[in-house]
């Protein structure tokens, strides 16, 4: 593709050389063509819009982060783009299911068990002092560890998005946790559940 060219004028392989490029009009116009098959697609296995969109998003991502995993010579990027929105709307319903059947059975857990007022305002003030103690770590351990712990990310990715090694990171998050345990520990909170 020559530099500069305008996407809408190129096909699909050449769509995916210059998304490789780092060209994010190149995506656009790869979104422009397919999004629309694509959620198409994802809907009609997922029945719901929302998760079909989030679909959407996650194919059309793993094509900017990864374009080298498209072969022209295996098919059309459009069958390509198809096929990975099928495989993740997939898992995308298998995790639903499975979160249901979780949440099911935690309510009927909860229900057995009965309300227990006391371990409730117990459990709440033990999560005020986690904020606390939190909130008093310096600046990097703490925005670490919300990045991997509150927010799912894994070092790796907790990394990238604070643009220092992983090395740096994984260190400010063991010496952020041991600062949290040690404050936890003055606060009476001693992961056992046993109250000061």
């Given at each position: 593709?020559?530099?500069?060219?305008d996407v809408r004028d190129?096909?699909?392989?050449?769509?995916?050389?210059?998304?490789?490029?780092?060209?994010?009009?190149?995506?656009?116009?790869?979104?422009?063509?397919?999004?629309?098959?694509?959620?198409?697609?994802?809907?009609?296995?997922?029945?719901?819009?929302?998760?079909?969109?989030?679909?959407?998003?996650?194919?059309?991502?793993?094509?900017?982060?990864?374009?080298?995993?498209?072969?022209?010579?295996?098919?059309?990027?459009?069958?390509?783009?198809?096929?990975?929105?099928?495989?993740?709307?997939?898992?995308?319903?298998?995790?639903?299911?499975?979160?249901?059947?979780?949440?099911?059975?935690?309510?009927?857990?909860?229900?057995?068990?009965?309300?227990?007022?006391?371990?409730?305002?117990?459990?709440?003030?033990?999560?005020?002092?986690?904020?606390?103690?939190?909130?008093?770590?310096?600046?990097?351990?703490?925005?670490?560890?919300?990045?991997?712990?509150?927010?799912?990310?894994?070092?790796?990715?907790?990394?990238?998005?604070?643009?220092?090694?992983?090395?740096?990171?994984?260190s400010r998050i063991r010496?952020?946790?041991?600062?949290?345990?040690?404050?936890?520990?003055?606060?009476?909170?001693?992961?056992?559940?046993?109250?000061?």
């Amino acid at each position: 593709m020559v530099v500069g060219a305008d996407v809408r004028d190129v096909g699909d392989a050449a769509l995916v050389v210059a998304i490789g490029r780092w060209r994010e009009d190149a995506l656009a116009e790869a979104y422009r063509r397919h999004a629309g098959a694509v959620y198409a697609l994802a809907c009609r296995v997922l029945s719901d819009g929302a998760l079909a969109e989030e679909v959407v998003q996650e194919v059309f991502l793993r094509l900017w982060r990864q374009p080298d995993r498209f072969d022209p010579d295996r098919g059309s990027l459009r069958a390509f783009l198809l096929a990975h929105a099928h495989g993740r709307a997939i898992d995308a319903l298998r995790s639903e299911s499975s979160r249901r059947k979780r949440e099911e059975r935690e309510a009927r857990s909860t229900a057995e068990a009965g309300y227990d007022l006391e371990r409730e305002v117990w459990d709440l003030a033990v999560a005020e002092r986690v904020k606390d103690a939190l909130v008093r770590l310096p600046a990097e351990e703490r925005r670490a560890i919300e990045l991997a712990y509150f927010d799912g990310h894994t070092y790796r990715e907790v990394a990238s998005l604070l643009g220092q090694p992983e090395g740096t990171v994984k260190s400010r998050i063991r010496t952020g946790l041991r600062r949290l345990q040690v404050r936890l520990v003055t606060y009476g909170v001693t992961g056992t559940g046993a109250e000061p």
